[in-house]
């Protein structure tokens, strides 16, 4: 079956950096669209970044542009979330998802799920 793990968060101090990894299995890999999304206790999932199956388009949410970089490795079946200058507002649950529309930002539109992995950004 399909599944997507992910891995890469912790606690850092604002300013800090973290990379998030997801490993695919189960699927054909290179043929999905992978996003990146984020929930907040209290808060909805929303996108943060994601990336087309090729790796030649990708599109962030306003608040990580310049800060945050998706990319994927098709030979590795991986997609990274290199996320820089990060600040308390980064803080939550980081899950990494694969659809097979191009890049679009609505959870709904994703087929599958990891399991999330918490990123905590302390002031």
């Known amino acids: 079956q399909v599944q997507l793990v992910e891995s890469g968060g912790g606690l850092v101090q604002a300013g800090g950096s973290l990379r998030l990894s997801c490993a695919a299995s189960g699927l054909t890999f290179s043929s999905y669209g992978m996003g990146w999304f984020r929930q907040a206790p209290g808060k909805e999932r929303d996108i943060v970044a994601a990336?087309?199956?090729?790796?030649?388009?990708?599109r962030y949410v306003d608040s990580v542009k310049g800060r945050f970089t998706i990319s994927r490795d098709n030979a590795k079946n991986t997609v990274y979330l290199q996320m820089n200058s990060l600040k308390p507002e980064d803080t939550a649950v980081y899950y990494c998802?694969?659809?097979?529309?191009?890049?679009?930002?609505?959870?709904?539109?994703?087929?599958?799920w990891g399991q999330g992995t918490q990123v905590t950004v302390s002031s």
């Open positions: 990336i087309s199956w090729s790796g030649g388009y990708a």
């Open positions: 998802a694969a659809t097979q529309g191009r890049v679009p930002r609505e959870p709904y539109e994703y087929d599958y």
